[in-house]
């Protein structure tokens, strides 16, 4: 199973951005998938996840700026981020509670993370 992020970049304040992550491999269903950052000296932190159904959470920091999204046919998930703050910059990581058969329990799996810098 492999987790592919991309859409990390240069960006100013106020500015967009969109993340994908796309799940490949033998995978027979996916649960929660979701995005984490991680700055320079701190510990990783959640950004906001979805679950199969779509239900969405959102960490304070993000709220009314960020939307997470996924296509379940695509095995992707999307945050969109919207005026962008330098305090956004870090690695992006995504993040999926996977099955890889119906005979094995849910596992979790890293995306290899992608950069955001937000700087004028």
């Known amino acids: 199973v492999q987790l592919q992020a991309s859409g990390g970049g240069l960006v100013q304040p106020g500015g967009s951005l969109r993340l994908s992550c796309a799940a490949s491999?033998?995978?027979?269903?996916?649960?929660?998938m979701g995005w984490y950052r991680q700055a320079p000296g701190k510990q990783r932190e959640s950004v906001a996840t979805?679950?199969?159904?779509?239900?969405?959470t959102y960490a304070d920091s993000v709220k009314g700026r960020f939307t997470i999204s996924r296509d379940n046919a695509k095995n992707t998930v999307y945050l969109q981020m919207n005026s962008l703050k330098p305090e956004d910059t870090a690695v992006y990581y995504c993040?999926?509670?996977?099955?890889?058969?119906?005979?094995?329990?849910?596992?979790?799996?890293w995306g290899q993370g992608t950069q955001v810098t937000v700087s004028s």
């Open positions: 979805i679950t199969r159904l779509d239900t969405t």
């Open positions: 993040n999926a509670n996977l099955r890889t058969s119906w005979s094995d329990p849910r596992s979790y799996y």
């Open positions: 491999g033998s995978i027979v269903s996916i649960n929660t």
